[in-house]
C-alpha cells in the first residue's frame, strides 16, 4: 500500500503529492521520498542531486530550465509557505506556454513534481522560506536559461504580497516566452 497520494494535475508531467503523515505529542514523521511507493504511484523517475534554498519573502526564484539538460523537480518546502510555479515548454505539447501554479508549506507538507520539459519558479509567501528539491540530471550552469517571471503571454497569476518582489539580476533580465 503506497503512503502518497497523488494527483494529476490539468497539464501532463505535472503532479502534486501529498504524504502520509503520522503526528503524536511528540511531533510528526513522513517519508519525504521512497522509491518503491513513487514507482507504484506511476513516477519511476531518478533522481541524482538534492537542493536546497533559504529565501525571504518576496523573493521570486524563476522561471528557470536547462535547454540540453532538462531537469524533473520534486519540490518541497520544509519552513515557511512558497507559490510554486511550472511552465510547460514542450514545443508540440498541447499544453505548450500553459502554467500550473500550487501552494507548498511547512504545515500542507505537499510536494510537486516538475517533469522535464518544463520551467520552474517560486514566490516566498512567509516572512522566510527553505525549499528542498531533489533532480532527476546535474545541474549544469552553462545550459541554465529562463523566461521573464512577469511574461504577459504567459501571464501567471502570482499572489499579491505586501512586498516589493526581489529577483537575481540574471532573473531580472530573462526573455520573453515569444523570444525563446
Known sequence: MSKIKVTKCDIEGLYVIEPTVFTDNRGFFMETYNKK???????GMDFVQDNQSKSVKGVLRGLHFQKKHPQ??????????????????RKGSPTYGKWY?????????KMFYISE?????????????????????????EDEDGIAWNDPDIAI????????????????????????
Open 157 to 180: 497569476d502570482w499572489p499579491k504580497i505586501e512586498k516589493e518582489i526581489i529577483l537575481s539580476e540574471k532573473d531580472k533580465n530573462r526573455k520573453a516566452f515569444k523570444d525563446m
Open 101 to 109: 501554479g500550487t501552494i507548498l508549506s511547512e504545515e500542507n507538507k
Open 72 to 89: 524533473g523537480k520534486l519540490v518541497r518546502v520544509i519552513r515557511g509557505s512558497v507559490f510554486d510555479v511550472a511552465v510547460d515548454i
Open 117 to 141: 520539459g518544463f520551467a520552474h519558479g517560486f514566490l516566498v509567501l512567509s516572512e522566510e522560506a527553505e525549499f528542498t528539491y531533489k533532480c532527476t540530471d546535474f545541474y549544469h550552469p
Open 37 to 43: 511507493d513513487f514507482e507504484d504511484a506511476g513516477l
